[in-house]
C-alpha cells in the first residue's frame, strides 16, 4: 500500500499500524479484594502508634495504600471511626423492603399483570412515601415533569 503522492521509501509498514487495528482498551481490574475489619483497624493502629511506615504496612496485611491512608486519616481525626466500607451510603430501602419489592413485581409477572417500567417507578416511588422514606431529590423532580407531561 502506498501513499499517493509519497516516495516510494514511506510506504506503511504493518508493524506500525497494527495497534491501531487492535480493539478498543477494555477496563482491567486491579485485583483488589475486600479487607476484613478487624485486620484494617490492626493495620491503622500499627501505622499510628508504631509510626509504621504505610507502603509496608500495607504490604505486611496485604491491603491497597490509599486504602489504608484514607482509614488512617479518618482514624486521625475520630478514633470511633468504623472500619468498613458504607456502600449503602444512598441506600433509600432496607435489604428486607427491597426483597419485599421485588417479590411483589415477580408475583404480579406471575399473575400475567406485570407492571410497565413506568408503572414500576410509580409503585416503587408510592411505596416509598407511604413508608417515610426520603426520596432522592432527582426521583421527586422526575414525578413532578411526568405529571406535567400527562397533564
Not at 479484594?33 to 484494617?40: A, D, G, K, T
Not at 499510628?48 to 509496608?56: E, H, L, P, T, V
Not at 415477580?106 to 406485570?114: D, G, K, L, P, Q
Request: with cysteine; glycine share 2%; aromatic share 12%.
Amino acid at each position: 500500500m502506498e501513499i499517493e503522492g509519497a516516495p516510494s521509501r514511506f510506504v506503511p509498514s504493518s508493524k506500525i499500524y497494527a495497534p491501531l487495528l487492535q480493539m478498543p482498551f477494555k477496563w482491567k481490574s486491579k485485583g483488589r479484594h475486600p479487607v476484613s475489619s478487624p485486620v484494617l483497624k490492626r493495620a491503622v493502629l500499627e501505622v499510628i502508634s508504631d509510626d509504621g511506615k504505610m507502603r509496608s504496612t500495607a504490604r505486611k496485611y496485604d491491603i491497597d495504600k490509599m486504602t489504608l491512608s484514607r482509614y488512617v486519616q479518618k482514624y486521625k481525626k475520630d478514633t470511633r471511626t468504623t472500619f468498613w466500607p458504607k456502600f449503602n451510603t444512598c441506600q433509600i430501602f432496607t435489604n428486607e423492603e427491597e426483597n419485599l419489592l421485588a417479590d411483589y413485581i415477580i408475583e404480579t409477572a406471575n399473575f400475567n399483570y406485570s407492571l410497565t417500567p413506568q408503572q414500576t417507578q410509580k409503585f416503587v416511588f408510592q411505596f416509598a412515601t407511604e413508608n417515610n422514606k426520603k426520596n432522592p431529590q432527582n426521583w421527586i423532580l422526575d414525578r413532578n415533569l411526568a405529571q406535567l407531561k400527562t397533564s
